[in-house]
């Protein structure tokens, strides 16, 4: 089944302990439909300047990603972001933020996107996440990411969000900020109180924890020995989960874990190069390799 | 088969968000002997002062711990430890250190204690943990803990150390501190180059990661709602660990990683409640119990 993916394209500049990259393609929404695109169809909603090269229309649409949703604006100029990171790679910091033509952006779905069963927003203003929910009809799964600048400027329509979402992926920090609860546990438990039947909490180098119903599910992070640039492996991290679901069809805790797995094996790519230069080029073997190292690294007998 | 355990045994006195204890029942080898002693029999050497009380001695005997190798100093006072946790109860924050007895501590092993088969050396200064090598007669494994103390003032005795054991157990921020190498794997690289065949690297509530030839494993933490005190996780972990090794009697990679999950199984306990008042009166169906609920929390199915 296909995916509707609202989120941000972008130009990043980004240094790491491991070099430098100088505006290249990056947004939440590049990332996750790059990485979805390995298991579903992907039609992305968002929104570009006039900037915005024909090189990297192609690359996406080399994935076969839908972009009939991707609007243009007429003498706009694209969202960039330039941060970098510390040898904390866990940590992003942020050295200038241009929105451009996102400061604008009000998604509207064309006709055909209205049925599409899987919706996945990426964390933009919780009044677009609300305001594409309106247009959508009878989505199967409906998930969203967020971040602590929405937390703390709009908590009312990120809580008001989550009454209307099936799935929410949050970092660790952000989740305890949001339930103003230490223990990661009770928070999880705050959160889910608000609507969501399931809510995947991000862990950066520690993995991801899912909380569904009275279940727990632990999954690592894959050890590397060179994370390159850690931009864009939460969106890898929803890409590979939400594309798995689509494709696998049934929504079982089993299918769940399967997907985080998934998703952390797209993510754990995605570091190993800047911008999507690992997601682009992998090859099925790749991902279902990786899957077996992640089975490998988990592995314990029963008692 | 019997472990002997060379550590501490204190008076702490803790403060955590969620109450106090004064002056309980702690220390490395009180901590690591309790909970090893679920899985075989443990021969602890340590010391002690004249102020501690018999129903200590008592708390510990009825373990079945063998004390022989316990030295009361005449007229010396008991090892104290007072220190606080904040929220983030990954960070101990010591208010007093009063070495007392431990000053002088010179380990001199039992005659019938230099046989034992596996060895665990508990974080103390490097060069008593090598004293005690130097008694040993043909350990099957030996097994050592260490802290940032020992990494900044003795490093190499520390490395010294580390071509003499089999095991070792050490705090993530430590390994990256020890090693200088802020990427873990790397890092853990560096270390078993020095001689250890298996590094455990311990990451309070992310899990454990275990480093043996060229596998990785990783082990979650049990996730919690209720974290009482976090004191004597380490060893409650390395407690389970050799405890289950020593019981099993095999060294494999297999084994290996059920330990893991066995000593992240008494760490869990552990925490509970302060001292030693969880680790005492378990059952082996509380331990089986909580080994299965880490199976349930880690398992995913193939692709």
Redesign the interface.
């Known amino acids: 089944m296909s995916i509707l993916c609202v989120g941000s394209v972008a130009f990043d500049s980004v240094e790491t302990?491991f070099g430098t990259a100088d505006e290249v393609l990056g947004g939440s929404g590049s990332y996750f439909s790059t990485s979805a695109s390995y298991f579903s169809d992907v039609s992305l909603v968002a929104v570009v300047g006039e900037d915005f090269p024909a090189e990297h229309v192609k690359t996406l649409e080399d994935r076969g990603i839908d972009l009939t949703g991707l609007k243009t604006v007429a003498g706009g100029k694209t969202f960039r972001w330039q941060g970098y990171y510390e040898?904390?790679l866990n940590q992003a910091h942020t050295r200038d933020t241009q929105l451009n033509v996102l400061m604008d952006f009000d998604p509207e779905l064309p006709e055909e996107y209205k049925d599409i069963p899987y919706v996945f927003l990426a964390n933009v203003d919780p009044e677009l996440q609300m305001k594409v929910l309106d247009q959508v009809k009878d989505p199967k799964l409906v998930a969203c990411d967020t971040m602590n600048f929405w937390i703390e400027g709009k908590p009312e329509a990120l809580k008001e969000l989550l009454g209307r979402v099936d799935l929410c992926v949050i970092n660790e920090g952000e989740a305890r900020q949001f339930a103003d609860e230490?223990?990661?546990?009770?928070a999880a438990a705050k959160i889910l109180d608000l609507g969501p039947s399931t809510l995947i909490v991000k862990?950066g180098?520690?993995?991801a924890?899912m909380f569904h119903e009275d279940?727990?599910?632990?999954?690592?992070a894959y050890?590397?020995?060179?994370?390159f640039d850690p931009t864009g492996a939460g969106d890898s991290f929803a890409g590979g989960l939400i594309g798995y679901l689509a494709k696998n069809g049934e929504l079982s805790e089993?299918a769940m874990?399967?997907a985080?797995?998934l998703g952390s094996v797209m993510a754990s790519f995605n570091v190993e190069a800047f911008s999507l230069d690992r997601l682009n080029g992998l090859t099925e073997d790749d991902i279902?390799a990786r899957?077996?190292e992640f089975?490998?690294?988990?592995?314990?007998?029963?008692?």
């Open positions: 302990p040898y904390d230490p223990n990661l546990v009770k862990r180098e520690y993995g924890l279940s727990v599910f632990s999954a690592p050890p590397l020995e060179d994370i089993q874990r399967k985080i797995i279902n899957y077996a089975k490998r690294l988990t592995h314990f007998e029963d008692l």
